[in-house]
């Protein structure tokens, strides 16, 4: 079997009240073949027979979300839980956990960002032993999140740039971990491509759906329904593709539609739609670079 396309990736979140053994039968639709998992799921079935449905259809973990029960500051560590879900990452040869930064803090900035970085700097350790890299997302779109994406009233990490600084803080450390960079809060921070370009840390993982166009719907009222199929959308799919080429990230988009329509499609329509909008990837990061459109 060939090689999947870096553009065909399912994730859970544009399918989450299917059981996962739906979602992996869905993801091995031909053209697609990976599919980004919610660590929740992968305990509640089992490492071992999440595994082996994976390797029985041929579909690839390539990256998980839920390591953590929310943003990075919302709870305590729980180290044992910790370990379970990275040593059942690591059943599945799934490389890269997804780590949500708190889009609300409830102290100083500065004082946040170290918390933060203390809180990194143990995870990474730990997620080392396991083989699992970690990617850092910020929350860029302004609401619609939960309670346990945030840890008080104050704005917390938002931007690339913001996540930037902060990894720079980890010295050493932050050769393993990097960056997961979702289109729609790129787009919702200003869609500047040297966010992206001047990262100075790897990205580990991208997360993608179209963004609305701000002229029709402004930024200030995205929220998660308004996440639409790739191709649907205003996002310059051509610059973003650019940008991370120069950012030398080679690897897998995740389809991350969270808009109702989407969600309740019948399994096969998700599988054309998610299809269309993997070809619609293709054509539209190998041709050359088109003026912005509006995001």
């Not at 997804?98 to 004082?111: M, N, S």
């Amino acid at each position: 079997m060939s090689a999947p396309s870096r553009f065909g990736c399912l994730s859970w979140t544009s399918m989450p009240c299917r059981p996962l053994s739906e979602q992996i039968a869905l993801a091995a639709a031909p053209g697609l073949g990976q599919l980004e998992v919610h660590l929740p799921q992968v305990l509640a079935e089992g490492a071992q027979a999440v595994a082996s449905a994976l390797a029985r259809h041929r579909v690839r973990a390539v990256a998980a979300t839920g390591l953590m029960p929310g943003s990075l500051l919302h709870q305590d560590l729980d180290l044992p839980r910790l370990r379970e879900g990275l040593a059942a990452l690591d059943r599945l040869g799934c490389p890269v956990a997804v780590l949500t930064l708190d889009h609300t803090i409830g102290a100083p900035y500065p004082q946040a960002e170290q918390a933060i970085l203390k809180r990194l700097r143990a995870l990474v350790g730990t997620a080392a032993t396991y083989g699992v890299r970690l990617a850092v997302e910020a929350l860029g779109t302004p609401g619609g999140h939960t309670p346990a994406q945030g840890s008080g009233p104050e704005a917390g990490i938002r931007t690339l740039l913001q996540v930037a600084e902060l990894l720079d803080g980890l010295g050493r450390k932050s050769t393993r971990v990097g960056v997961c960079v979702d289109a729609v809060s790129w787009a919702a921070t200003g869609a500047h491509l040297e966010h992206i370009t001047g990262l100075g840390h790897p990205v580990r993982h991208v997360r993608v759906a179209d963004a609305p166009c701000s002229r029709k719907l402004p930024v200030a009222q995205w929220r998660p329904s308004h996440r639409l199929m790739v191709g649907d959308g205003a996002l310059d799919w051509s610059s973003f593709g650019t940008a991370l080429a120069q950012a030398d990230y080679s690897g897998p988009w995740a389809l991350a539609v969270t808009n109702p329509g989407i969600r309740s499609l019948p399994g096969p329509e998700l599988v054309a739609r998610a299809l269309a909008a993997t070809q619609y990837l293709h054509s539209s990061t190998t041709s050359k670079p088109s003026a912005t459109r509006a995001a």
